[in-house]
């Protein structure tokens, strides 16, 4: 059963820092694009950035330069993260990781197969 459990979202000051961490288990992750998408009350899901099987990775043009998307491809480490730092009230949402349905990581929800439960990220002061 494929499985993804997010964590490291919170309450932060605009300026801050945080860094979320997705854990995936039941399928190869070594071998799957992932990628981190968000979704605001009201507002459909979008993409924030996404990385494939080999490393390339695609940002939205609104957290270019301030988030960075990375993995861990280790026995029993497997790990992907999105670094936020420079947070700004408007990237308030809850924050999704999704495995997409093969090796790349595009920016169409409709390209992943599974997703988390989601981690509430808050910017404010």
């Known amino acids: 059963e494929v499985q993804l459990v997010e964590s490291g979202g919170g309450l932060v000051q605009p300026g801050g820092s945080l860094r979320l961490s997705c854990a995936p288990s039941g399928f190869t992750f070594s071998t799957y694009g992932m990628g981190w998408f968000r979704q605001a009350p009201g507002k459909e899901r979008e993409f924030v950035a996404g990385?494939?099987?080999?490393?390339?990775?695609?940002?939205a043009d609104s957290v270019k330069g301030r988030f960075t998307v990375f993995r861990v491809n280790a026995k029993n480490k497997n790990t992907l993260y999105l670094q936020m730092n420079s947070l700004k009230p408007e990237d308030t949402a809850i924050y999704y990781c999704g495995v997409s349905r093969d090796n790349a990581a595009r920016d169409i929800p409709g390209t992943y197969g599974y997703w988390g439960q989601g981690t509430q990220v808050t910017v404010s002061s």
């Open positions: 990385i494939t099987w080999s490393g390339n990775t695609a940002y």
